[in-house]
C-alpha cells in the first residue's frame, strides 16, 4: 500500500473514534500537514508530518505506516512516531488538567438552583 486516504488513516491509527470524526477534525482545520489545512480525500505517504488537534490533545507525528484498517492499539501504535515536543507538551498539559480541575467540570446536564449558587459563590471567590 503506497498511500491511503488522511480520513481513514486517522481512524485506523486510533486518533478518532469514528471515520465522520475525523472527517469533522480535518474540515475544521485541526489535522494539517506541514502547517497547511488538508481535505479528507487526501492521499497519506510515508515520511510525511501530521499536527493532530481532536479536542483533548494536540499531536505531532511522523507517518510510519499506512493501513486502511481498524486494528488493535499495539498495532495502531506502529503506524506513526510522535515527537518529543510533542510527548513533553501532552504530558504538561495533563499535569496541568490534573492539577487545575475546571470547576464546571461535576455538572452534569441542565445546573439546578443550588449548582447555580455554588458556581457563583466560585466565580465570587466567598
Not at 96 to 120: C, N
Amino acid at each position: 500500500m503506497d498511500n491511503v486516504r488522511i480520513d481513514k488513516w486517522l481512524w485506523a491509527a486510533r486518533f478518532f473514534k469514528t471515520r465522520n470524526l475525523a472527517i469533522d477534525a480535518i474540515d475544521n482545520g485541526k489535522v494539517k500537514i506541514g502547517g497547511d489545512r488538508v481535505k479528507p480525500a487526501r492521499l497519506l505517504k510515508l515520511g510525511e508530518k501530521l499536527h493532530i488537534d481532536n479536542g483533548s490533545d494536540e499531536w505531532d507525528v511522523l507517518v510510519l505506516g499506512l493501513s486502511d484498517k481498524r486494528q488493535g492499539a499495539p498495532i495502531a501504535r506502529t503506524l506513526y512516531e510522535e515527537s518529543e515536543e510533542s510527548i513533553a507538551r501532552r504530558q504538561k498539559e495533563a499535569e496541568r488538567r490534573k492539577l487545575f480541575t475546571e470547576p464546571a467540570a461535576d455538572f452534569k446536564g441542565r445546573p439546578t438552583k443550588r449548582d447555580r449558587r455554588v458556581r457563583e459563590r466560585i466565580d465570587t471567590g466567598e
